[in-house]
């Protein structure tokens, strides 16, 4: 469903900035571009890339 992913892949990227996680605001606004062009192969590839970004910034965020 194209129009959650653009709501989830908005939210995120949002959350991202906010918090200074840059390379996962980076991959999330990739992702939302995907999502708005109904382009089904770069979602599951922004998406993947988005996923490893946070889990990257995960543990960091659970010691907060």
Same mark, same amino acid.
């Given at each position: 469903?194209?129009? =959650? %992913?653009?709501?989830? $892949? ?14 996962? !605001?980076?991959?999330? =606004? %990739?992702?939302?571009? $995907? ?14 890339? !988005? ?14």
């Amino acid at each position: 469903n194209f129009e =959650e %992913q653009i709501r989830l $892949a908005h939210s995120m990227k949002g959350v991202a900035k906010t918090i200074g996680a840059v390379a996962l !605001a980076e991959s999330s =606004e %990739q992702l939302l571009i $995907a999502a708005e062009q109904a382009n089904e192969h770069d979602c599951k590839h922004f998406f993947e890339i !988005a996923i490893r970004n946070l889990r990257d910034i995960t543990p960091g965020l659970n010691q907060l």
